[in-house]
């Protein structure tokens, strides 16, 4: 097993501009200060002394935090290399460019749709035209650009134009990632739930343009795990590789895992080190030791660690059961449900809105 | 980005993509090649092609490291079609097979 991590996740914040009903982000997030610059800094240190070699500054929106640009300087000083997930909202020309001199490496900006309209119903705000202009100034200041979009329902019948659109913007990678069904996501999951007929469509589409951008533009397609027959394995094995932390300073092994009834490392008061190697959060499911059967017995679990712990927990309540998503285990029948629920009529999706927990 | 970039030759003078970054493991001491969201551990020989990637031929590479031509050749080209090396004023290509050089990939699959 992994001794050490690779990628750093720094949720800087949990606040956005945007509303998509996709999103990530706790549906409701603790009531806690965010944590400060200069902890930021000795964070991404720590990772560096851990093993480290990546940075992503996300969130939420990273660009919200007015000291971006001196933890991306930092990053660069670590020789970490950063990539910043964006919306690219709010963003001047100006503030790319310090940026980039402070030493950011790959700008990676999100599109919601290929068009304006379907772009503003489901992030809730019109800001199709921005984003245009942040890929153009990215492409100016020779800024490697990756676009994504985050694929269901409502979006995968414009998957030709998205990739029209990533080329027209000079994207060297283009990632296609299906909805995964946690955070506000799994709240809108019958409104974003693709049908089988739209997903084998959009395959094809993309093959095809695979081969024709070969050599010019990377796609990345990323099947939603509900149409697959086996799990993922979630984060590449719990507290293998990443380390997510929280804007609020929480360390977690997968950016969804605050649902997990796990008490999380405080980063004010304990280091990433003591996080990684000894809290309870990161040990509890790494490995393949906690599962039970069917995984127990299965030939993959080595592969895929029995799934997606947090989805496990939120399908049966249960974070060591195996992902509902693989045929082989007992909850199964909750995902064909969900499956088949899409071949009907969807609801109104219902956008983000931050909610603190009281 | 522009189309697909002309076969490598021993005379091509590749360089590395901007998108990509050469360091070397705090850890392990081994060179890593860090590109977005990915990021590979190079084999010796393999490190040493790329540290010299600034200008020079594959040919003079070759000649420097005492590696046969066509090796040196067949390395750079699957980075080239990775979009990971261009030539000197040139844009880089993207995408393609595997590398001969990675041995493992340390940072697959980000969320």
């Known amino acids: 097993m992994s001794s050490r991590p690779y990628v750093l996740i720094a949720e800087l914040t949990y606040r956005c501009p945007l509303r998509c009903a996709y999103c990530s982000n706790p549906v409701e997030v603790a009531d806690r200060a965010a944590l400060p610059g200069a902890d930021w800094q000795r964070v991404l240190g720590e990772a560096s002394d851990l093993g480290v070699v990546q940075v992503h500054f996300t969130g939420g929106e990273p660009l919200l935090r007015d000291d971006l640009e001196a933890l991306v300087a930092r990053a660069s000083e670590l020789e970490l290399y950063s990539n910043l997930i964006t919306s690219g909202l709010p963003l001047t020309r100006e503030r790319l460019g310090r940026l980039q001199a402070a030493g950011l490496c790959a700008l990676q900006l999100s599109f919601q749709a290929a068009r304006a309209g379907s772009s503003a119903a489901i992030a809730g705000v019109d800001a199709f035209l921005h984003k245009r202009q942040v890929a153009d100034w990215a492409l100016a200041l020779a800024l490697p650009l990756t676009v994504n979009v985050v694929l269901h329902r409502q979006n995968l019948d414009e998957v030709g134009a998205i990739i029209a659109l990533a080329e027209e913007l000079g994207a060297e990678r283009l990632e296609l990632a299906n909805t995964q069904y946690l955070g506000w996501a799994y709240q809108n999951r019958a409104a974003l739930m693709p049908s089988l007929a739209q997903l084998d469509a959009a395959r094809a589409v993309v093959a095809a343009a695979r081969e024709r951008l070969r050599g010019r533009m990377e796609i990345l397609f990323v099947l939603p795990d509900y149409h697959a027959d086996r799990p993922r394995t979630c984060m590449t094995g719990w507290g293998e590789r990443y380390i997510v932390v929280t804007p609020d300073g929480r360390a977690m092994p997968c950016h969804a895992a605050h649902i997990l009834p796990l008490t999380f490392p405080d980063l004010r008061s304990q280091s990433l080190a003591a996080a990684w190697h000894d809290s309870d959060a990161f040990r509890r499911y790494r490995g393949t030791e906690f599962l039970g059967e069917p995984c127990r017995s299965c030939d993959r679990r080595e592969a895929d660690h029995g799934g997606c712990r947090c989805q496990a927990f939120l399908l049966t309540g249960d974070a060591t059961a195996a992902d509902p998503v693989c045929e082989l285990a007992p909850h199964h029948d909750q995902v064909v449900a969900a499956r088949a629920a899409a071949a009907v009529t969807a609801p109104p999706l219902t956008l983000r809105r931050l909610r603190v927990a009281r | ?111």
């Open chain 2, 1 to 111: 980005m522009t189309g697909a970039a002309t076969a490598l030759s021993p005379g091509s003078r590749p360089q590395l993509a901007r998108k990509a970054r050469l360091r070397t493991d705090r850890l392990t001491g081994e060179t890593l090649l860090l590109y977005p969201e990915h990021g590979l551990v190079l084999s010796p020989s393999a490190a040493a092609i790329l540290r010299l990637c600034d200008g020079r031929s594959i040919d003079t590479i070759a000649r420097e490291l005492g590696a046969p031509v066509s090796d040196v050749l067949e390395f750079l080209t699957a980075l080239r079609d990775r979009g990971l090396v261009g030539e000197r004023d040139a844009a880089p290509a993207e995408q393609g097979p595997g590398d001969p050089g990675a041995q493992r990939d340390p940072g697959q699959e980000a969320p």
